[in-house]
DNA sequence: TTGACGCACGTACACCGTACGTGCAAGCCT
DNA sequence: AGGCTTGCACGTACGGTGTACGTGCGTCAA
């Protein structure tokens, strides 16, 4: 469980992080849908206007709660491993959000901040990878390869049905789809609509890894 | 340019094509967020609640625009050719969407589609994946890898800021980081703010086409 | 004590999705 | 031809949305 974030005071005024944590909770409840200002102040017990005092309006909410969400995720960092073992830490660490806050995913994925919380991910990822030896462009375009990865996985993982769907488990595919127009899908239905999402992520990211390890020619040493 | 895509009469009865059409047209032209059932029907000259003889609803109407969208691409498939080339091409025959429907790219990305639209370019990768020798987990987990990569690639490229940007240039990141806390954003911030989509892009497709080439132990000859 | 200020709150407005009812035109069956 | 069904454009209405603005109350500084 990550790290309680905003260390919410359940009671006495309002305030940004208790509305941001109201705001959080709703969305992993009821879905990104089901937020609305009025629903956040009914939820704390407020007035509608009274959340402008600390969120100047709901646009930023959501960028609030996306910053929130991704500041949660426990970067457990050891300068002293293999930059590849530091790759697989930071990435299994972001896919966290896909579990801790499944429906708060999409909020983190289609917002991009410039903030403290956004550009810390940034400097480890490069941290890392510079220190492993790439250079300025090498770690760069390495970064955006990670991310694109882990981004595509996470919309896969969290399903990203807007409002409803648990996690639809049989997604309606097998004996609907026509073999005759679509013979592959068809056959292979039953690896289609079921999904290790673990294991597809850690086959992706070794894929990765080793890929952009040949790829700057240190596969194995360095440090 | 995509073949023209619902072959739109532009004048008479209402119908679902030129509704699809319209808010396509209203996507590109001011962002998803301007989407609303009235905008439409006022765009086409006609009472809001018109729009429901031939759209159950806003959700489905948005769905249908996804899938306009994703049946626009065009996929030449040349099943002679290499399976690196075909998978090559279908990755950047995807990769058109980014650029001839920006706005619509997250909606695309962000609604899974049962229909025949989304499952064609399915079929299509596993059949040419198959056809290169690839067992079906094989298949079905390069299929994953590349979805991923390209959903990723393709969010980053459209900055998928909600709304307005046009595409934000030098999104004010330069002198803006605190060099004491992100010394690496700091000092890669030209490298960062700006990005060739195109050779970003081929760069991750390439690593990836290898990999996956290497990792299945056919990565020259097959067919 | 008095003034300023922070902040909770109510009201109001423009806009949203859509359920429901109405009326008109075209096509079908006697 | 007369009547009926059906399809479809449209208006009205309801509950919900974000938020601009004004008001009043508490707590501090002077």
New binding site residues.
Partial sequence: MPTELPTEPPTG??SRARILAAAIDLVEREGADA?????IASELG?????L???VP???ALLDGVAETVLSGVEFTDDPGAHWTDRVRMQARAFRQIAHHYPRCTMLVVSRQLHSHAGLLPVERALATLRGAGFGGEDAVRALRMFIAFIVGSLLREVGVTPTFAPVHAGTLKAEEVDPALFPEVSALAPLLDSCDHEAEFEFGLELLIQAIGVHAGRGEGAR
């Fill in positions: 005024r309002l937020v609305s200002m009025r629903r407020v007035g509608v206007m009274s402008y005092n600390h309006n709901k646009d």
